[in-house]
C-alpha cells in the first residue's frame, strides 16, 4: 500500500465507524488512531500497481509433514504482540496447524 498520512486520515474519516472491524484502532479509539483494519485496502488509490497483478499460485510445503498444498490452504500463526513469533512462524497444513496450536 503507498499512501500518505495526510490522505489516509481523509479517507478513514470519511468513512463510519460501523464500516471499520470491531477491533480496528480507530473504532476502539474513538478515531484518536488510523485505522488499522482492511478500509484503507478498499480504496484502489492506496493498492500498488504490482499487486493488481496476477499471483502465481505455486505450491508451498507444509513445515510439519512435508505435503505440499496452494499458498491459500497453508496456515501460520499471527501474534498481535509479538511480531517475532509471527516472522518466524511455520507454514503449516490446516491438520498440522491444529494439531500445533489447538483449535482456534
Known sequence: MSIDYPRAWQIVMETN?????????????????????????????????KMHTKIKKKKMKCENCGIMLSPDKIFSYVDG?????????PNLCEKCYRKIYGEK
Not at 488512531?33 to 493498492?47: A, S, V
Open 17 to 49: 465507524p460501523e464500516d471499520h472491524h470491531p477491533d480496528c484502532s480507530f473504532r476502539v479509539t474513538d478515531g484518536a488512531i488510523l485505522c488499522d483494519c482492511d478500509i484503507l485496502n478498499k480504496y484502489p488509490e492506496t493498492l500498488d500497481k
Open 81 to 89: 504482540n509479538n511480531i517475532a513469533i509471527t516472522k518466524n512462524s
